[in-house]
């Protein structure tokens, strides 16, 4: 497992609560590189462990990036509310496995200032350097904050129009709002005849799709109107989704508490799904191309394989590492839980795609 020391300086924490704090950073014992560092994440704040956002000059990292690209900013992500600390990395590579645009990640040791060592996600950040290791074109990004995100016209807050319509997302190096209301009138204003064409021109349905089929397995139950990004390709000005934040899910909700296994509906809930899903040929498609991933890269024994294969690496870290035996009963009944949502949802899912 990756080794990564993070020097603050004195008293980090109660720094990093006051704003971001100057650092060095050193990867399995490399040289120190200068960092900045702040804490990230709106929710999970309140929680004792903190994620935390590090911005560097540029740097490779072991293992990647591929080669000629180069890191300019991470998030470690504490994944507090997961006692298996796996269903961000778990879920991320379902999207890798059905070919869907995700962010890498990779569990890390993390040690800050010599503290007692403590394990975090470090999952890459949606910029231009994510654009360029997919070998796509630099874009305009949007990261979906809120429930605004909801593509569509009217607040779930306010039950009126949404003002500006592009409220509900941050746009990452000031890119452009016009497409994006563009894209929402679009979207909601065409007419039922119409819809396939108009949507075609603005979104890649079939990457929607899959990001979709993802995100209703795991149950993310945020996903649909938050935790997700869009990059719009430069030439075809189509925007592509990508998904983000993904601890909530596999059987737990934002708080970790348990969470019924048929919380998130076979459909999610954003405009944008309603409209895909109300249309006879997306529709078709979804339950067609849902079911044959269920029965393959989805499927209990895929998955199965996944979890243990991680939780070997992340169970050894807490035989190495944590000391109470509480939390590490957790992750052994956590992974177990993971093991039961797969095959359960699955069922539960392939029943409700035969009425779709």
């Given at each position: 497992?990756?080794?990564?020391?993070?020097?603050?300086?004195?008293?980090?924490?109660?720094?990093?609560?006051?704003?971001?704090?100057?650092?060095?950073?050193?990867?399995n014992?490399?040289?120190?590189?200068?960092?900045?560092?702040?804490?990230?994440?709106?929710?999970?704040?309140?929680?004792?462990?903190?994620?935390?956002?590090?911005?560097?000059?540029?740097?490779?990292?072991p293992?990647?990036?591929?080669?000629?690209?180069?890191?300019?900013?991470?998030?470690?992500?504490?994944?507090?509310?997961?006692?298996?600390?796996?269903?961000?990395?778990?879920?991320?590579?379902?999207?890798?496995?059905?070919?869907?645009?995700?962010?890498?990640?990779?569990?890390?040791?993390?040690?800050?200032?010599?503290?007692?060592?403590?394990?975090?996600?470090?999952i890459?950040?949606?910029?231009?350097?994510?654009?360029?290791?997919?070998?796509?074109k630099?874009?305009?990004?949007?990261?979906?904050?809120?429930?605004?995100?909801?593509?569509?016209?009217?607040?779930?807050?306010?039950?009126?129009?949404?003002?500006?319509?592009?409220?509900?997302?941050?746009?990452?190096?000031?890119?452009?709002?016009?497409?994006?209301?563009?894209?929402?009138?679009?979207?909601?204003?065409?007419?039922?005849?119409?819809?396939?064409?108009?949507?075609?021109?603005?979104?890649?349905?079939?990457?929607?799709?899959?990001?979709?089929?993802?995100?209703?397995?795991?149950?993310?139950?945020?996903?649909?109107?938050?935790?997700?990004?869009?990059?719009?390709?430069?030439?075809?000005?189509?925007?592509?989704?990508?998904?983000?934040?993904?601890?909530?899910?596999?059987?737990?909700?934002?708080?970790?508490?348990?969470?019924?296994?048929?919380?998130?509906?076979?459909?999610?809930?954003?405009?944008?799904?309603?409209?895909?899903?109300?249309?006879d040929?997306?529709?078709?498609?979804?339950?067609?191309?849902?079911t044959?991933?269920?029965?393959?890269?989805?499927?209990?024994?895929?998955?199965?394989?996944?979890?243990?294969?991680?939780s070997?690496?992340?169970?050894?870290?807490?035989?190495?590492?944590?000391?109470?035996?509480?939390?590490r009963?957790?992750?052994?009944?956590?992974?177990?839980?993971?093991?039961?949502?797969?095959?359960?949802?699955?069922?539960?899912?392939?029943s409700?795609?035969?009425?779709?």
């Amino acid at each position: 497992m990756l080794r990564c020391d993070l020097n603050l300086g004195d008293s980090p924490w109660s720094r990093l609560t006051d704003g971001p704090v100057t650092g060095h950073i050193r990867w399995n014992g490399s040289g120190e590189l200068p960092v900045r560092v702040k804490i990230r994440g709106a929710h999970s704040r309140k929680f004792p462990k903190k994620s935390l956002q590090v911005d560097m000059d540029g740097c490779r990292l072991p293992d990647g990036p591929p080669e000629g690209h180069r890191v300019r900013r991470i998030h470690l992500n504490a994944d507090y509310i997961d006692p298996t600390m796996m269903r961000s990395a778990l879920s991320f590579q379902l999207f890798h496995e059905i070919g869907a645009p995700a962010p890498l990640c990779r569990h890390l040791d993390l040690h800050i200032n010599g503290e007692s060592p403590a394990l975090y996600m470090a999952i890459e950040s949606v910029d231009s350097d994510f654009c360029l290791r997919r070998g796509w074109k630099p874009g305009q990004i949007y990261y979906a904050l809120n429930r605004n995100a909801n593509f569509g016209l009217i607040s779930p807050n306010t039950q009126a129009l949404k003002q500006p319509l592009e409220v509900g997302y941050r746009r990452v190096a000031n890119a452009d709002p016009a497409p994006l209301r563009r894209l929402l009138m679009d979207l909601n204003l065409s007419s039922e005849r119409k819809f396939p064409a108009v949507v075609e021109r603005w979104v890649d349905v079939p990457g929607y799709l899959k990001w979709l089929m993802v995100a209703v397995f795991v149950g993310n139950r945020d996903g649909f109107v938050h935790n997700y990004a869009l990059y719009r390709e430069p030439d075809s000005g189509v925007f592509r989704i990508i998904p983000w934040d993904y601890d909530a899910t596999w059987g737990i909700d934002v708080h970790g508490r348990p969470a019924r296994l048929d919380r998130v509906p076979l459909e999610g809930w954003n405009r944008l799904s309603q409209r895909l899903l109300a249309t006879d040929l997306y529709r078709r498609q979804y339950r067609k191309q849902f079911t044959e991933q269920l029965n393959g890269p989805l499927s209990p024994d895929a998955i199965w394989s996944l979890i243990d294969k991680m939780s070997a690496t992340v169970g050894a870290w807490f035989d190495t590492n944590q000391q109470d035996h509480e939390v590490r009963r957790r992750f052994s009944t956590g992974v177990a839980g993971l093991k039961w949502w797969a095959e359960q949802r699955r069922a539960l899912l392939l029943s409700q795609l035969e009425d779709l």
